[in-house]
Nanobody
Framework: QVQLVESGGGLVQAGGSLRLSCVAS?????????MGWFRQAPGKGREFVGR????????YYADSVKGRFAIDRDNAKNVVYLHMSGLEREDTAVYYC????????WGQGTQVTVSS
């Protein structure tokens, strides 16, 4: 089973930056799959933020965050990062990582709150 631990969230002013980290562990982790970031704002469903492949590090982003967020990964440590800049109030959400395609089990996520 894959275990996922997100960290790095917090309160930040609009226009600020944060770096989220996701540590993935477990024998179920398969390098044939990528890792993705997802978020869920109050009253909304979970939405896709971006993903990255383990092998090539090729990222793909949702239009809503393209140009502001960046994903990279450390294969040796099984860590994937979400670098967020130019944060907006609309980015406020609980952020989750998972494999891509995502497994049915999710971590606790990390709260990102953007204030004005």
């Amino acid at each position: 089973q894959v275990q996922l631990v997100e960290s790095g969230g917090g309160l930040v002013q609009a226009g600020g930056s944060l770096r989220l980290s996701c540590v993935a562990s477990g024998r179920t982790l398969n390098s044939n799959y990528g890792m993705g970031w997802f978020r869920q704002a109050p009253g909304k469903g979970r939405e896709f933020v971006g993903r990255i492949t383990w092998t090539y590090g090729a990222p793909y982003y949702a239009d809503s965050v393209k140009g502001r967020f960046a994903i990279d990964r450390d294969n040796a440590k099984n860590v994937v990062y979400l670098h967020m800049s130019g944060l907006e109030r609309e980015d406020t959400a609980v952020y989750y990582c998972n494999t891509y395609p995502p497994l049915s089990s999710w971590g606790q996520g990390t709260q990102v709150t953007v204030s004005s």
